[in-house]
């Protein structure tokens, strides 16, 4: 909730046209367990976590939706045809199971999984039709065009040492696509989005976060 509303700030002195809908509702609590490896573990209690409102049908650069409801993407992307649309299912959208997954996916233009996901996915990933980019850590990020084109994209400007990697694929995303909206060019979006993840990956504590804690 902190982090979302200092989104929200932040944006709010851009000159972007803003449009936002904040639900009321007790936010969940996460429990956050890091490794030696800064390799983590989350875990949810409760709450009100998943946006469950209605996307009004105007024009936006760009609309990603992550950990949501089915019925909630397929409203926002089918409303959403001029927009660059990325989804990302994440943990949540695998809970809601592969068909959805997957019906979801074909209406984006880029979905982008985790290495993780893509595994749980297996020979459904074949019948999503947009482009998909699978990230895996700090090995080769992996690009699917439509034509079911394969490229690898090595990860460069990791820290030697990873401190909390809560967060690296969210900022991941945000970069791709920030830089989509501007160039239009897949290639160097995921570059970009590698630098957001390796920013994101070397502190401890949530990426938006003033003061957060550097433990090296």
Known sequence: DLS??????KLSLSS??????????SGAEALVMLDSHG??????LGGHAL?????DEKKYSAICVADSFREVALDAFRKSAESLKVYV???CGLYFGADSVVEV???SDFTILSEGEAENLQTRISEISSNIIITRGSAATIWIDRNKNSRSFEVEGIAEEILDTTGAGDAFAAGFIEKF?????PVQ???????????AVSAIGPNLVEGRKDLR
């Open 4 to 9: 979302s509303k200092r989104i929200l700030e």
């Open 16 to 25: 972007m046209n803003l449009r936002y809908v904040v639900e009321n509702g």
């Open 39 to 44: 390799e983590r573990r989350i875990i949810s």
């Open 51 to 55: 946006f469950r409102g209605v996307i």
């Open 89 to 91: 299912p994440g943990g």
């Open 105 to 107: 996916a074909c209406l």
């Open 181 to 185: 909206t501007k160039c239009g060019d």
């Open 189 to 199: 979006s995921i570059n970009y989005g590698h630098k957001n993840a390796a920013e």
